[in-house]
């Protein structure tokens, strides 16, 4: 394509316009970043870092200078960190917490990095990072203790029901998600069981009810029924009573389930209510003896 154009320029002796070539840089155009251009970019932003280890390595552990330059590499770093931290923000951590654990794995990707290996720095130290901002939330982030398996099954429970819902367009079953892990049945319903206990729930926090009206929590929990204290008392003395000879029985019958006065009884069965009432309290007696 043609860059140049013509300026008139009008002349004072002739009258005759010239048109004179002006020449146009040309523009450069950028393309538009894509994911690969931004890593090569972070890793070309941290280039020099390699240098930095190199120049630390040259003096002893331990030494004032390799503790310099080892600081400087830290310093130099911790954007990385930042980064990290605020990838895991808003996950029920604080954030102060989860940078404090990627300043720590930034320190020990530090420690542990040899440059002679060829290999980048960052490709080496943000894998660092995230494993122990992940074990942070493993091992401090569950509101109860549950076993360590139930742990290590959880991350991939989470991982497995993201990918299967994105390609099954709705949300796995536990049957699925056991074939995809190649594991038991029950133990991805125990890890789901499990993972309940990862966030606890205040009863003061309100629960919207139907009418639109919000209650609390606290208010759709059942209370313990009174009668579940009897039941031990009821089914001991079952069969007790049913080894009673049939007056007594009858006596216990008409007195504690239709409640019937004594003078009742002893009109019902023909006897005299002082009969009865040397009845009822003989066998009561027998009863509680027996019971213990």
Not at 151 to 163: F, G, M, N, P
Not at 164 to 186: C, H, I
Request: proline letters at 6%; glycine letters at 6%; one cysteine or more.
């Amino acid at each position: 394509m043609d860059t140049s154009l013509r300026a008139a320029e009008a002349t004072p002796d002739d009258g005759i316009v010239q048109l004179t070539p002006v020449e146009i840089a040309p523009v450069e155009i950028t393309p538009p970043e894509t994911p690969a251009t931004a890593s090569r970019r972070n890793n070309d932003e941290y280039a020099d870092v390699i240098d930095m280890f190199r120049v630390m390595r040259m003096f002893d552990e331990g030494t004032p200078q390799h503790q310099r330059h080892r600081d400087a590499i830290i310093e130099r770093c911790l954007p990385l960190a930042e980064h990290i931290a605020r990838h895991y923000d808003r996950r029920g951590e604080d954030f102060e917490d989860l940078r404090q654990i990627a300043r720590l794995g930034l320190v020990n990707a530090v420690n542990r990095f040899d440059a002679e290996k060829g290999s980048g720095f960052l490709s080496f130290a943000v894998p660092t990072m995230m494993g122990e901002v992940r074990r942070h939330f493993r091992d401090h982030g569950w509101a109860m203790h549950v076993p360590r398996r139930l742990k290590d099954r959880h991350v991939q429970l989470t991982r497995a029901i993201s990918e299967l819902t994105q390609t099954k367009g709705r949300a796995p079953t536990p049957s699925e998600l056991a074939e995809y892990l190649e594991v038991d049945r029950a133990d991805v319903v125990e890890s789901l069981v499990a993972s309940a206990a990862y966030r606890t729930q205040s009863i003061d926090a309100p629960v919207p009810g139907g009418d639109g009206d919000s209650r609390m929590l606290a208010d759709t929990v059942g209370t313990v029924d009174p009668a579940f204290s009897r039941i031990t008392d009821q089914e001991s003395v079952r069969p007790l009573i049913a080894g009673l000879p049939d007056r007594e029985r009858t006596i216990l019958y008409l007195r504690f389930f239709e409640s019937m006065t004594q003078s009742q009884i002893a009109e019902r069965i023909g006897v005299s209510q002082m009969h009865v009432s040397r009845i009822l309290e003989r066998t009561l007696k027998d009863l509680r003896e027996k019971l213990g």
